[in-house]
Protein backbone atom coordinates (compact mmCIF):
# COMPACT_ATOMS: atom_id res chain seq x y z
CA UNK A 1 0.00 0.00 0.00
CA UNK A 2 1.38 3.14 -0.83
CA UNK A 3 1.46 5.79 1.88
CA UNK A 4 -1.03 8.99 1.49
CA UNK A 5 0.53 11.94 0.20
CA UNK A 6 0.91 14.62 2.21
CA UNK A 7 3.56 17.45 0.74
CA UNK A 8 4.08 18.50 4.97
CA UNK A 9 6.97 15.79 4.47
CA UNK A 10 8.45 17.90 1.56
CA UNK A 11 8.40 21.43 3.49
CA UNK A 12 11.74 22.83 3.99
CA UNK A 13 13.52 23.03 7.16
CA UNK A 14 12.33 26.55 8.03
CA UNK A 15 8.55 25.54 6.67
CA UNK A 16 8.47 22.72 9.24
CA UNK A 17 9.21 24.59 11.96
CA UNK A 18 6.05 26.84 11.08
CA UNK A 19 2.27 26.90 11.88
CA UNK A 20 -0.41 28.70 9.75
CA UNK A 21 -1.78 32.18 11.19
CA UNK A 22 -4.72 31.75 13.20
CA UNK A 23 -7.12 34.08 11.63
CA UNK A 24 -9.63 33.81 15.11
CA UNK A 25 -12.90 33.21 13.63
CA UNK A 26 -14.89 33.58 10.26
CA UNK A 27 -15.54 37.09 10.15
CA UNK A 28 -17.64 37.04 6.87
CA UNK A 29 -20.26 34.36 8.64
CA UNK A 30 -20.54 35.79 11.62
CA UNK A 31 -21.21 39.09 9.90
CA UNK A 32 -24.37 37.60 8.26
CA UNK A 33 -25.41 35.96 11.18
CA UNK A 34 -25.10 38.95 13.99
CA UNK A 35 -25.39 41.63 11.29
CA UNK A 36 -25.14 45.12 12.85
CA UNK A 37 -24.58 44.03 16.39
CA UNK A 38 -21.85 42.35 15.98
CA UNK A 39 -18.81 43.87 18.06
CA UNK A 40 -15.70 43.18 16.26
CA UNK A 41 -12.76 43.76 19.28
CA UNK A 42 -10.42 41.56 18.11
CA UNK A 43 -7.87 42.91 15.65
CA UNK A 44 -7.57 46.36 16.73
CA UNK A 45 -8.81 48.35 13.69
CA UNK A 46 -9.82 51.57 13.73
CA UNK A 47 -13.89 52.57 14.24
CA UNK A 48 -13.63 55.49 12.84
CA UNK A 49 -12.90 54.31 9.48
CA UNK A 50 -10.54 55.96 6.87
CA UNK A 51 -10.07 59.80 6.03
CA UNK A 52 -12.79 60.90 3.31
CA UNK A 53 -9.75 61.84 1.92
CA UNK A 54 -8.37 58.22 1.33
CA UNK A 55 -11.78 57.15 0.19
CA UNK A 56 -12.31 59.67 -2.43
CA UNK A 57 -8.22 59.08 -3.48
CA UNK A 58 -9.13 55.53 -3.77
CA UNK A 59 -12.56 55.14 -5.52
CA UNK A 60 -10.65 57.36 -8.69
CA UNK A 61 -7.86 54.72 -8.98
CA UNK A 62 -10.43 52.15 -9.18
CA UNK A 63 -10.46 53.23 -12.82
CA UNK A 64 -6.69 52.09 -13.37
CA UNK A 65 -6.91 49.02 -11.88
CA UNK A 66 -5.51 47.25 -14.75
CA UNK A 67 -2.22 48.99 -15.01
CA UNK A 68 0.29 48.08 -12.72
CA UNK A 69 0.99 49.99 -9.88
CA UNK A 70 4.24 52.55 -9.81
CA UNK A 71 6.76 49.92 -8.40
CA UNK A 72 8.52 52.96 -6.92
CA UNK A 73 5.50 54.48 -4.82
CA UNK A 74 6.96 57.25 -5.26
CA UNK A 75 4.61 59.51 -5.17
CA UNK A 76 3.79 58.43 -1.64
CA UNK A 77 7.81 58.48 -0.56
CA UNK A 78 8.05 61.91 -1.80
CA UNK A 79 4.44 62.53 0.33
CA UNK A 80 5.93 61.00 3.36
CA UNK A 81 9.70 62.55 2.63
CA UNK A 82 7.83 65.74 3.17
CA UNK A 83 6.07 64.80 6.32
CA UNK A 84 8.59 63.67 8.27
CA UNK A 85 11.49 65.14 6.99
CA UNK A 86 13.21 61.86 6.44
CA UNK A 87 15.16 61.11 2.66
CA UNK A 88 13.07 58.96 -0.27
CA UNK A 89 16.29 56.75 0.00
CA UNK A 90 15.91 55.76 3.29
CA UNK A 91 11.98 54.97 2.76
CA UNK A 92 10.60 51.18 1.79
CA UNK A 93 7.25 50.67 1.25
CA UNK A 94 5.27 47.17 1.88
CA UNK A 95 2.04 45.46 1.74
CA UNK A 96 1.57 46.10 4.99
CA UNK A 97 4.55 46.40 7.80
CA UNK A 98 4.05 42.18 8.30
CA UNK A 99 5.59 42.05 5.00
CA UNK A 100 8.65 44.60 5.90
CA UNK A 101 9.00 42.48 9.06
CA UNK A 102 9.26 39.83 6.91
CA UNK A 103 11.52 41.00 4.46
CA UNK A 104 13.98 42.33 6.77
CA UNK A 105 14.58 38.53 8.03
CA UNK A 106 15.06 37.33 4.54
CA UNK A 107 17.57 39.79 3.89
CA UNK A 108 19.64 40.11 7.06
CA UNK A 109 19.31 37.01 8.78
CA UNK A 110 20.19 33.23 8.35
CA UNK A 111 21.46 30.01 10.34
CA UNK A 112 24.43 31.85 11.54
CA UNK A 113 23.03 35.38 12.45
CA UNK A 114 20.09 34.93 14.90
CA UNK A 115 17.53 37.19 15.64
CA UNK A 116 16.40 38.37 19.38
CA UNK A 117 12.94 39.64 20.39
CA UNK A 118 11.35 39.84 23.58
CA UNK A 119 8.63 37.21 25.13
CA UNK A 120 5.59 38.42 24.43
CA UNK A 121 6.90 40.75 21.48
CA UNK A 122 4.50 40.79 18.39
CA UNK A 123 3.83 37.20 16.65
CA UNK A 124 5.50 38.66 13.23
CA UNK A 125 8.83 38.29 14.59
CA UNK A 126 9.97 34.73 15.28
CA UNK A 127 7.54 33.68 12.04
CA UNK A 128 10.18 36.15 10.11
CA UNK A 129 13.27 34.53 11.99
CA UNK A 130 11.81 30.91 10.85
CA UNK A 131 10.98 31.65 7.95
CA UNK A 132 14.63 32.87 6.96
CA UNK A 133 15.60 29.85 8.87
CA UNK A 134 17.60 31.86 11.69
CA UNK A 135 17.04 30.77 15.34
CA UNK A 136 14.98 33.63 17.19
CA UNK A 137 15.90 34.09 20.99
CA UNK A 138 12.88 34.89 22.93
CA UNK A 139 14.27 37.63 25.98
CA UNK A 140 12.07 36.88 29.15
CA UNK A 141 9.38 39.90 29.56
CA UNK A 142 9.36 42.34 32.60
CA UNK A 143 7.22 40.59 35.14
CA UNK A 144 3.16 40.53 35.54
CA UNK A 145 3.20 43.02 38.14
CA UNK A 146 5.69 45.67 36.82
CA UNK A 147 4.27 49.00 37.67
CA UNK A 148 4.90 50.73 33.87
CA UNK A 149 5.20 47.91 31.70
CA UNK A 150 3.74 44.57 32.68
CA UNK A 151 4.86 41.48 30.54
CA UNK A 152 6.63 44.69 28.76
CA UNK A 153 10.13 44.87 27.07
CA UNK A 154 12.95 44.39 28.96
CA UNK A 155 16.03 46.13 27.40
CA UNK A 156 18.48 46.04 29.33
CA UNK A 157 18.05 41.99 29.30
CA UNK A 158 17.17 42.13 25.55
CA UNK A 159 20.71 44.21 25.17
CA UNK A 160 22.33 41.48 27.40
CA UNK A 161 21.10 38.73 25.19
CA UNK A 162 22.89 40.14 21.56
CA UNK A 163 25.86 39.13 20.71
CA UNK A 164 28.08 39.29 18.05
CA UNK A 165 26.56 37.11 15.65
CA UNK A 166 23.20 38.35 16.40
CA UNK A 167 22.17 40.58 13.29
CA UNK A 168 18.39 41.45 14.07
CA UNK A 169 16.43 42.74 17.11
CA UNK A 170 12.94 43.60 16.59
CA UNK A 171 11.13 45.84 19.46
CA UNK A 172 7.55 46.61 19.08
CA UNK A 173 7.60 50.56 20.51
CA UNK A 174 4.48 49.95 21.79
CA UNK A 175 4.09 46.07 21.60
CA UNK A 176 0.91 43.99 20.84
CA UNK A 177 -0.40 42.22 22.60
CA UNK A 178 0.96 44.03 25.54
CA UNK A 179 -0.10 47.45 24.98
CA UNK A 180 3.01 48.44 26.89
CA UNK A 181 6.17 50.62 25.73
CA UNK A 182 9.66 52.24 26.76
CA UNK A 183 10.62 55.95 26.52
CA UNK A 184 12.66 57.57 23.47
CA UNK A 185 15.46 57.49 26.19
CA UNK A 186 15.46 54.30 27.25
CA UNK A 187 15.58 53.02 23.40
CA UNK A 188 18.44 55.28 23.09
CA UNK A 189 20.52 54.30 25.75
CA UNK A 190 19.95 51.14 24.21
CA UNK A 191 20.94 51.59 21.19
CA UNK A 192 24.30 52.76 22.57
CA UNK A 193 24.95 49.51 24.37
CA UNK A 194 24.07 47.51 20.81
CA UNK A 195 26.81 47.13 18.16
CA UNK A 196 26.54 48.64 14.86
CA UNK A 197 26.28 45.61 12.93
CA UNK A 198 23.22 44.66 14.81
CA UNK A 199 19.66 46.19 13.29
CA UNK A 200 17.18 46.90 15.45
CA UNK A 201 13.90 47.20 14.23
CA UNK A 202 11.23 49.27 16.34
CA UNK A 203 7.90 48.40 15.04
CA UNK A 204 5.97 51.65 15.22
CA UNK A 205 2.46 50.07 13.99
CA UNK A 206 0.65 52.15 17.38
CA UNK A 207 3.18 55.30 16.61
CA UNK A 208 0.22 57.40 16.07
CA UNK A 209 -2.06 56.83 19.17
CA UNK A 210 1.28 57.31 21.36
CA UNK A 211 0.86 60.64 24.17
CA UNK A 212 2.22 59.29 26.87
CA UNK A 213 5.36 61.13 28.69
CA UNK A 214 8.78 60.95 27.07
CA UNK A 215 7.24 58.64 24.15
CA UNK A 216 7.45 59.76 20.72
CA UNK A 217 9.22 58.24 18.27
CA UNK A 218 12.57 56.33 17.42
CA UNK A 219 12.48 58.13 13.93
CA UNK A 220 14.62 61.02 15.75
CA UNK A 221 17.08 58.46 15.94
CA UNK A 222 18.16 57.39 12.49
CA UNK A 223 20.55 59.76 11.84
CA UNK A 224 22.81 58.72 14.78
CA UNK A 225 22.04 55.26 15.02
CA UNK A 226 22.41 54.22 10.90
CA UNK A 227 21.88 50.19 12.25
CA UNK A 228 18.09 51.33 13.51
CA UNK A 229 14.79 50.74 11.45
CA UNK A 230 11.09 51.91 12.13
CA UNK A 231 8.50 50.31 10.56
CA UNK A 232 4.72 51.66 10.44
CA UNK A 233 1.82 50.98 9.09
CA UNK A 234 -1.46 52.54 7.93
CA UNK A 235 -3.58 49.22 9.12
CA UNK A 236 -4.47 50.79 12.65
CA UNK A 237 -4.99 54.70 12.93
CA UNK A 238 -5.86 55.53 9.38
CA UNK A 239 -7.92 52.62 9.20
CA UNK A 240 -6.77 51.08 5.80
CA UNK A 241 -5.74 47.80 6.83
CA UNK A 242 -7.93 45.91 4.18
CA UNK A 243 -5.67 47.71 1.49
CA UNK A 244 -2.55 45.99 3.23
CA UNK A 245 -0.01 48.83 3.10
CA UNK A 246 3.51 49.65 5.30
CA UNK A 247 6.31 51.65 5.31
CA UNK A 248 9.90 51.37 6.91
CA UNK A 249 12.38 53.97 7.66
CA UNK A 250 16.20 53.15 7.61
CA UNK A 251 19.32 53.88 6.46
CA UNK A 252 19.33 54.51 2.93
CA UNK A 253 21.77 51.10 2.37
CA UNK A 254 19.07 49.01 4.35
CA UNK A 255 16.31 50.47 2.02
CA UNK A 256 18.71 49.47 -0.98
CA UNK A 257 19.21 45.89 0.39
CA UNK A 258 15.65 45.60 1.12
CA UNK A 259 14.87 46.27 -2.89
CA UNK A 260 16.67 42.98 -4.19
CA UNK A 261 14.46 40.83 -2.68
CA UNK A 262 11.36 43.63 -2.28
CA UNK A 263 8.22 42.14 -4.91
CA UNK A 264 8.19 44.95 -7.78
CA UNK A 265 4.92 45.77 -7.23
CA UNK A 266 4.24 44.43 -3.68
CA UNK A 267 1.79 47.68 -3.09
CA UNK A 268 -1.30 48.26 -4.62
CA UNK A 269 -2.20 51.46 -6.46
CA UNK A 270 -5.59 51.63 -4.27
CA UNK A 271 -3.67 51.71 -1.65
CA UNK A 272 -0.38 53.86 -2.67
CA UNK A 273 -3.29 56.42 -3.37
CA UNK A 274 -5.28 56.41 -0.06
CA UNK A 275 -1.78 55.98 1.75
CA UNK A 276 -0.63 59.32 0.45
CA UNK A 277 -3.97 61.26 0.39
CA UNK A 278 -4.47 60.12 4.46
CA UNK A 279 -1.90 61.82 5.15
CA UNK A 280 -2.95 65.40 3.96
CA UNK A 281 -5.80 64.97 6.03
CA UNK A 282 -4.25 66.12 9.26
CA UNK A 283 -7.75 67.05 10.99
CA UNK A 284 -8.93 63.26 10.65
CA UNK A 285 -5.87 62.11 12.05
CA UNK A 286 -6.92 64.09 15.13
CA UNK A 287 -9.70 63.14 15.71
CA UNK A 288 -8.45 59.02 15.65
CA UNK A 289 -6.06 60.06 18.18
CA UNK A 290 -8.57 62.00 20.57
CA UNK A 291 -11.46 59.95 20.38
CA UNK A 292 -9.00 56.81 20.65
CA UNK A 293 -7.76 58.77 24.29
CA UNK A 294 -11.03 59.56 25.68
CA UNK A 295 -12.22 56.27 24.80
CA UNK A 296 -9.52 53.86 26.10
CA UNK A 297 -9.20 55.45 28.98
CA UNK A 298 -13.01 55.34 29.27
CA UNK A 299 -12.91 51.62 28.60
CA UNK A 300 -10.09 51.19 30.99
CA UNK A 301 -12.08 52.97 34.01
CA UNK A 302 -15.09 50.87 33.23
CA UNK A 303 -13.28 47.43 33.20
CA UNK A 304 -11.54 48.22 36.29
CA UNK A 305 -14.68 48.97 37.76
CA UNK A 306 -16.16 45.46 37.40
CA UNK A 307 -12.91 44.57 38.80
CA UNK A 308 -10.60 43.28 35.82
CA UNK A 309 -7.11 43.71 35.96
CA UNK A 310 -6.39 46.07 32.86
CA UNK A 311 -3.13 46.74 31.82
CA UNK A 312 -1.47 49.88 30.78
CA UNK A 313 -2.05 50.45 27.16
CA UNK A 314 -0.44 53.63 24.40
CA UNK A 315 -2.40 51.62 21.68
CA UNK A 316 -5.73 51.17 20.59
CA UNK A 317 -6.50 48.37 22.35
CA UNK A 318 -6.05 47.14 25.79
CA UNK A 319 -4.73 43.67 27.73
CA UNK A 320 -6.92 42.40 30.39
CA UNK A 321 -5.27 40.47 32.91
CA UNK A 322 -8.42 37.82 33.64
CA UNK A 323 -6.01 36.00 36.46
CA UNK A 324 -8.00 32.82 35.22
CA UNK A 325 -8.18 31.23 32.00
CA UNK A 326 -9.69 33.39 28.90
CA UNK A 327 -11.27 30.69 27.57
CA UNK A 328 -14.90 30.29 28.85
CA UNK A 329 -14.96 34.79 29.03
CA UNK A 330 -14.12 34.59 25.25
CA UNK A 331 -16.76 31.90 24.63
CA UNK A 332 -19.43 33.76 26.70
CA UNK A 333 -18.46 36.52 24.72
CA UNK A 334 -18.56 35.05 21.82
CA UNK A 335 -21.90 33.20 21.65
CA UNK A 336 -23.23 37.16 22.29
CA UNK A 337 -21.55 38.17 19.05
CA UNK A 338 -18.74 40.00 20.96
CA UNK A 339 -15.69 38.82 19.31
CA UNK A 340 -12.00 39.83 21.68
CA UNK A 341 -8.83 37.91 21.34
CA UNK A 342 -7.26 35.56 23.66
CA UNK A 343 -3.97 35.33 24.32
CA UNK A 344 -3.44 31.57 24.40
CA UNK A 345 -0.88 32.22 20.96
CA UNK A 346 1.56 34.34 23.21
CA UNK A 347 1.18 31.56 26.05
CA UNK A 348 -0.94 34.53 28.46
CA UNK A 349 -3.60 32.46 28.78
CA UNK A 350 -5.30 33.92 31.17
CA UNK A 351 -5.29 37.24 29.29
CA UNK A 352 -7.30 38.82 26.13
CA UNK A 353 -6.73 41.65 23.75
CA UNK A 354 -9.53 44.09 23.37
CA UNK A 355 -9.87 46.73 21.04
CA UNK A 356 -10.81 50.04 21.54
CA UNK A 357 -14.14 50.03 19.22
CA UNK A 358 -16.54 52.14 19.06
CA UNK A 359 -18.94 53.79 21.66
CA UNK A 360 -21.89 50.97 20.75
CA UNK A 361 -19.17 47.89 20.73
CA UNK A 362 -18.18 49.15 23.89
CA UNK A 363 -21.26 49.33 25.52
CA UNK A 364 -22.64 45.83 24.04
CA UNK A 365 -18.70 44.20 25.42
CA UNK A 366 -19.52 45.34 28.86
CA UNK A 367 -23.08 44.52 29.02
CA UNK A 368 -22.48 40.60 28.19
CA UNK A 369 -19.46 40.70 30.06
CA UNK A 370 -19.95 37.11 32.12
C1 LIG B 1 -1.11 45.43 13.41
C2 LIG B 1 0.35 45.37 13.62
C3 LIG B 1 1.25 45.46 12.56
C4 LIG B 1 0.78 45.89 11.22
O1 LIG B 1 0.33 45.04 10.40
P1 LIG B 1 0.10 45.40 8.87
O2 LIG B 1 0.77 44.27 8.19
O3 LIG B 1 0.75 46.70 8.55
O4 LIG B 1 -1.37 45.45 8.73
C5 LIG B 1 2.60 45.47 12.80
N1 LIG B 1 3.07 45.37 14.04
C6 LIG B 1 2.27 45.30 15.09
C7 LIG B 1 2.86 45.26 16.44
C8 LIG B 1 0.89 45.28 14.91
O5 LIG B 1 0.08 45.17 15.97
Known sequence: MTAAFDAATLANRATSALRAYDPGHDLPALRLQFGAVLSELGSNENPLGPSP?????????????????????????????????????????????????????????????????????????????????????????LPADHPEAPYGHDLDAIAAAVTPSTRLVYLANPNNPTGTWFTDAALEDFLGKVPAHTLVVVDEAYHEYVDAAGLSTAMHLLGRFPNLIVTRTFSKAYALAGLRIGYMLSHPSVAAVCERLRESFNVNGVALAAAEASLGDHE???????????????????????????????????????????????????????????????????????????RAELQRLLENLP
Open 53 to 141: LAMRAATRVLEDIWRYPDPLGAALKHRLSSELGVPVSGITLGNGSHELLMLLAQCFADADHPVVHSQYGFAVFPIAAAAAGAPSVAVPA
Open 284 to 358: HRARVRETNHRDRAWLADELTARGLRVLPSQTNFLLVDLGRDAVAFEAHLFERGVIVRPMVGYRLPHTVRISVGS
